[in-house]
C-alpha cells in the first residue's frame, strides 16, 4: 500500500513557497497604508496590486520547478542537497525579505538580502540546469522580477536614506 499519494510531491514542492509568502503578507498588509505609503517611489514602480499576482506566479513556477529536481534525483539524498540547498537557501532568504523591509523598515539592508537572494537564485537556476531545464527555465521570470525587485529597493532606499 502506498503511504504517500504520487502527486503529493508536486502539490507540496509548488505550495512550499507560498508559506513564506503568506506569513510576509500580514507584515505587508499591516506596513503598506502606515508606512510604505509614505515613502518616495520611482515613477516606474509597479503598483501595489501587482506584486500578489507577481509573486503568486513566481513562486509556484521556482516550486514547481524545485519538484522536478527532486523527482529527476530520486528525492532527497547526496545528489540532491547542493541544487536544493541552494534553492531552500534562497526560499530563506526570499522569506526573509519582507520582515526585513516591511518589518523592520531596514531598506538598506533589505538591498543586500534581495542581493544576496538573487545570487541564490542564479547559483540555484545554474545548479538545476543541468538536472532538469524545465526546471531551470522555470526561474528566469523570477530571476527578473529580482532585478526589478532589487532596483526598486535600491531606488526607495537611495530616495528616502533620510527619512525616520
Not at 5 to 11: G, L, N, S
Not at 46 to 54: E, G, L, T, Y
Not at 111 to 136: D, P, R
Amino acid at each position: 500500500m502506498e503511504v504517500v499519494p504520487a502527486w503529493a510531491p508536486a502539490i507540496g514542492f509548488t505550495l512550499l513557497p507560498h508559506a513564506g509568502g503568506f506569513l510576509g503578507s500580514s507584515i505587508t498588509k499591516r506596513e503598506i497604508p502606515a508606512w510604505y505609503k509614505t515613502l518616495q517611489k520611482p515613477s516606474w514602480c509597479p503598483p501595489n496590486w501587482v506584486f500578489a499576482p507577481v509573486w503568486g506566479t513566481l513562486y509556484t513556477s521556482m516550486g514547481y520547478g524545485s519538484y522536478l529536481v527532486w523527482k529527476e534525483l530520486g528525492g532527497f539524498n547526496e545528489k540532491s542537497v547542493v541544487p536544493l540547498g541552494l534553492y531552500a537557501g534562497n526560499l530563506a532568504l526570499n522569506w526573509a525579505w519582507t520582515p526585513i523591509f516591511f518589518g523592520a523598515h531596514k531598506m538598506g539592508w533589505g538591498l543586500v538580502t534581495l542581493l544576496l537572494t538573487t545570487g541564490t537564485a542564479t547559483a540555484t537556476t545554474a545548479s538545476w540546469y543541468n538536472i532538469n531545464k524545465t526546471a531551470a527555465y522555470l526561474m528566469v521570470p523570477y530571476l527578473a522580477w529580482l532585478s526589478l525587485a532589487s532596483a526598486l529597493n535600491y531606488r526607495i532606499w537611495k530616495d528616502n536614506r533620510n527619512e525616520k
